[in-house]
């Protein structure tokens, strides 16, 4: 079992920037891989970002250049630096673990989520 708790939502004006945070228990950090996915009002959850159990980033077209997703394995966090946020950006963000090499292939843990709200 893995546990994970977001952190560092908030209010910011657009052009602002934010730090999300996933802090995970239980299993060793390395065993999966990790994701950010978010879901606004109205739509379907999608993924934001995620990276590999070897590491690898891979980002959404909508947030390239602007998201960064990493992760520290010591403190068992993944994270997800914001930048040039946009009010497209508005969403409960929630962080996702898998077993498989990829959240691609299925999520099989969710964090609660953490509401990110960008005002124009």
């Known amino acids: 079992q893995v546990q994970l708790v977001e952190s560092g939502g908030g209010l910011v004006q657009a052009g602002g920037s934010l730090r999300l945070s996933c802090a995970a228990s239980g299993r060793t950090f390395s065993s999966y891989a990790m994701g950010w996915y978010r879901q606004a009002p109205g739509t379907q959850r999608e993924l934001v970002a995620h990276i590999s159990r070897t590491g690898t980033p891979n980002y959404a077209d909508s947030v390239k250049g602007r998201f960064a997703i990493s992760s520290d394995i010591v403190k068992n966090t993944v994270y997800l630096q914001m930048a040039s946020l946009k009010p497209e950006d508005t969403a409960v963000y929630y962080c996702?673990?898998?077993?498989?090499?990829?959240?691609?292939?299925?999520?099989?843990?969710w964090g609660q989520g953490t509401q990110v709200t960008v005002s124009s």
């Open positions: 996702a673990a898998s077993r498989q090499p990829l959240v691609t292939l299925g999520v099989d843990f």
